[in-house]
């Protein structure tokens, strides 16, 4: 079983820059699309950023474009950085993975394993 850790969350000031990693316990490429999704309390689940680790792409919304960066370290690790923090950014982050990315990478019911989410709070 694939089982997903996600760290790096906290709580900082507008402006400010955290970076979340998701850490897998095992790996198989037939997952090859690995995501940042976002839930706030009392909102839908919203897509922020995927990358295939096949190809390389990445996909990001709109929002979160120039500000967040999702990257692959080691085989078994995905990074978001998050610059620019603001307060709308609050949120328990959730890294999830999927068999491929494409036009549905943001729909969450494409994924197939997740992580329990990390909290990021962002104040003013």
């Known amino acids: 079983q694939v089982q997903l850790v996600e760290s790096g969350g906290g709580s900082v000031q507008t402006g400010g820059s955290l970076r979340l990693s998701c850490s897998l316990s095992e790996y198989s490429y037939i997952n090859t699309c690995m995501a940042w999704f976002r839930q706030a309390p009392g909102k839908e689940r919203e897509g922020v950023a995927a990358?295939?680790?096949?190809?390389?792409?990445t996909y990001y919304a709109d929002s979160m474009k120039g500000r967040f960066t999702i990257s692959q370290g080691t085989a078994k690790t995905v990074y978001l950085q998050m610059n620019s923090l603001k307060p709308e950014d609050t949120a328990m982050y959730y890294c999830?993975?999927?068999?491929?990315?494409?036009?549905?990478?943001?729909?969450?019911?494409?994924?197939?394993?997740w992580g329990q989410g990390t909290q990021v709070t962002v104040s003013s």
């Open positions: 999830a993975a999927a068999f491929r990315c494409g036009v549905n990478w943001y729909t969450w019911t494409t994924y197939n394993y």
């Open positions: 990358i295939s680790v096949r190809s390389g792409s």
